[in-house]
């Protein structure tokens, strides 16, 4: 059922290539103001997803709603509402960043000044008139997102932001992300970095052979899932794992932290990434 | 449709081209093309074109032109030299392609005409033969004299044998030397009037003109009867001539339509689809249509702007004849349906290359094919075989200030059918396949 909180709606989404179920019956409701993090492993379904959210691939089943509008059937409307920040650059390279912001600052009807403002908020306002060509990977990745900061829009689509960024960049578009939440956009991010999922997302959906296999908030997840168990190097350099649901873990670990044995010690308990492994059943064993 | 949107893409094209200066060079390079032709054209050259000569040296096809299908007409039709088969064709005077009563030839196109002309009374006649050979290149049907010639002779000297007249040896015939052409003929009369008196006087010749149904009077007058008179009449044809200078001018300006239309919207168009920056642009507020449109608007524009100012420095009269403006908008919007074609077509901008050199080789191909064995109707499917002869047309009518014809407006129309075939086409691909 859609609340009026509902920014995003897949209803029983399928998409087929082929005799293929790249998405096979997602339910899903993002909210507005939230910061919603889409995760599963390769082939899982994500980016197919993303691509029925952007109208580039149409449903083979079900129904997809953007603020309220229909995406298969009320396009026009569905458009202005969102940004998008591709894993791939896409940038006229002959032109300069500046250049190329106000080509879409211009499809978009904002003022040029606007370019300049997103090139500051994501810290490329002094390469700003050098071409793109001669732009790193990063540099690339943080133009995408000052595109897609142009319009200010409602929704925004990020498909692995900080990939190829540096730390200290990659903290720069969590800062931008979270602000714009702040604002009550709706942000829609795809990652592999575990990290960044805990540290910026208020809730994550994990799709695993096109199925929601887990849906809640990075902690709430964490709690669910982990195990605890607590991983042990010995002075000796042996290692071990200790079970603290079984009486015999718990008597282990305690004689061993007793007797003074143990080098460093590690729980499971706050484990996100095992907790991805654990959900999506790629755990190894 | 919003107008900001349209001039924001125009705009873009126009950026990308002065940042990648490459289209823009080799525009500088037709217009400085052009400038260097018109300063190397003769003074007077470009106005009436005398003393220009043809663009070929030859001709391709000879047409055989005659007025009543005679026993002569049969021998040429039934002794026409292998390989001279797919160039000489027969066509009855009566079905000439005329031009306000003018016979006219299709570019390429030489005329033999032969017409026996008799004065009603005497059984003497006269064959008279008109040469209709390119302006300025009396030898460009040289072959095909040479063949009218020795079977003109050897068509004679039968008809002396089947009254029993023995040929005369044959002399060396050349087509470029008229005088010897017809002090043969003289001599070859003389040579048949010798021997019908000898004959005539023994009472042989006498006896086998009366076999062959001669009045003995005429018989008696041998030569008359046996070899007519010849008379050699060698003219060019009037009107516009394709010209070296024009022709070049003509090449350049389809050029110029061809590489905006066919090689740089098909291109640039599969480049920005290869990179992701034409799926950015369709995320963002532009349509679809908006897209196509500004595409559309840019590129002919562009490619007519180019190839009139091609055009205008070779005669800048041309910008004032609305015939020239019609031809430049037809064929400018043939080769963007093709463009159009191939964009959708195209996955990548290699492959819009790919397409649109194969594209020029196949239609090089026909049209040489049909042209060489003389296939109709085929080359009219091409924009290619309208394109060039209107705008020549239209070139050489500014230049020799000569009303168009019937011809060139059929031949515009066909171009501007053709257009509107090739957007059509690309349009109905569009709607199917989009450019994603």
């Known amino acids: 059922m859609t609340t009026p909180d509902t920014m995003i709606a897949l209803r029983g989404l399928r998409v087929l290539y082929g005799a293929f179920a790249a998405v096979d019956g997602l339910d899903l409701d993002i909210r507005r103001g939230e910061l919603f993090g889409l995760l599963g492993p390769n082939g899982a379904g994500k980016s197919t997803t993303i691509r029925v959210l952007i109208g580039q691939r149409a449903p083979s089943a079900g129904v997809v709603t953007v603020g309220g509008f229909d995406v298969a059937r009320e396009w026009a409307k569905v458009k202005p509402l969102f940004g998008y920040v591709p894993d791939r650059e896409n940038h006229f390279e002959e032109f300069t960043g500046r250049r190329n912001l106000e080509f879409f600052a211009r499809l978009y009807n904002v003022p040029r000044e606007r370019c300049l403002t997103v090139l500051k908020l994501v810290e490329l306002d002094e390469a700003a008139n050098l071409p793109v060509r001669g732009y790193s990977l990063g540099m690339r990745k943080k133009l995408l997102l000052a595109r897609a900061l142009l319009h200010e829009p409602q929704v925004m689509y990020l498909d692995e932001p900080t990939a190829n960024l540096d730390i200290h960049s990659a903290e720069v578009v969590h800062r931008i992300l979270r602000d714009r939440v702040k604002h009550g956009a709706t942000v829609v991010l795809t990652t592999h970095n575990m990290e960044e999922v805990e540290q910026i997302c208020d809730r994550v959906g994990i799709v695993c052979r096109g199925k929601l296999v887990a849906l809640d908030s990075p902690l709430a997840l964490k709690q669910a899932h982990t195990e605890r168990k607590v991983d042990v190097t010995r002075n000796d350099g042996e290692r071990a794992v200790y079970d603290l649901d079984t009486e015999t873990g718990l008597k282990g670990l305690s004689e061993l932290v007793a007797t003074g044995q143990v080098a460093t010690m590690r729980t499971r308990e706050f484990d996100f990434h095992a907790t991805f492994l654990k959900l999506t059943g790629l755990a190894f064993d | 449709m919003h107008a900001h949107i349209i001039r924001a893409l125009i705009a873009k094209e126009w950026q990308r081209h002065v940042a990648n200066r490459g289209g823009i060079a080799l525009g500088v390079l037709l217009v400085a093309a052009a400038v260097l032709l018109s300063v190397s054209t003769p003074r007077g050259a470009a106005k009436g074109g005398g003393g220009a000569a043809g663009l070929v040296g030859g001709v391709n096809h000879c047409l055989v032109q005659y007025d009543t299908h005679t026993v002569f ?91 029993g007249v023995p040929g005369p040896p044959e002399p060396a015939f050349d087509a470029e030397n008229q005088w010897l052409l017809t002090e043969a003929h003289k001599r070859f009369q003389d040579q048949v009037a010798e021997a019908a008196a000898n004959n005539a006087a023994s009472g042989v010749f006498e006896a086998t003109a009366a076999a062959a149904g001669a009045p003995v009077a005429a018989a008696t007058t041998g030569v008359k009867l046996a070899v007519p008179d010849l008379d050699v009449k060698r003219e060019g044809l009037g009107g516009e001539v394709l010209t070296f200078h024009a022709a070049i001018v003509t090449g350049l300006v389809v050029f110029a339509l061809y590489f905006t239309c066919v090689y740089l919207l098909p291109t640039l168009n599969c480049e920005e689809r290869e990179r992701g920056v034409l799926l950015a642009q369709a995320l963002s507020p532009a349509s679809p249509l908006e897209i196509v449109t500004a595409k559309a608007l840019f590129y002919p524009t562009a490619g007519i702007g180019l190839a009139a100012t091609i055009a205008a420095i070779y005669q800048p009269a041309i910008l004032a004849q609305p015939f020239f403006w019609l031809s430049l908008a037809s064929v400018a919007a043939g080769f963007l349906g093709i463009g159009m074609t191939i964009s959708t077509l195209a996955r990548t901008q290699r492959a819009a290359f790919l397409g649109g ?31 060039p002869r209107i705008l020549h047309a239209a070139i050489s009518s500014a230049v020799n200030n000569t009303e168009l014809t019937k011809t060139n407006w059929w031949n515009l129309l066909g171009a501007a059918l053709l257009g509107v075939a090739w957007l059509t086409v690309a349009v109905r691909l569009f709607r199917r396949r989009g450019w994603q």
């Open chain 2, 73 to 163: 007409v049969t021998h040429l039709m039934e002794n026409v030299p292998p390989e001279l088969k797919q160039q000489i064709h027969f066509q009855p005077l009566s079905r000439a392609q005329t031009v306000n009563g003018v016979i006219v030839y299709p570019v390429g196109t030489g005329g033999l005409q032969v017409r026996e002309l008799r004065d009603g009374v005497s059984p003497n006649y006269t064959v008279h033969v008109s040469v209709w050979h390119p302006e300025g290149n009396p030898t460009a049907l040289a072959p095909y004299e040479a063949w009218l010639w020795k079977e003109f002779r050897r068509w004679n000297v039968r008809r002396a044998q089947l009254r």
């Open chain 2, 357 to 387: 050199m194969c594209y020029l080789m196949a239609v090089s191909m026909l049209l040489t094919i049909c042209s060489l064995n003389n296939i109709p109707i085929l080359p009219y499917f091409t924009v290619e075989y309208f394109g």
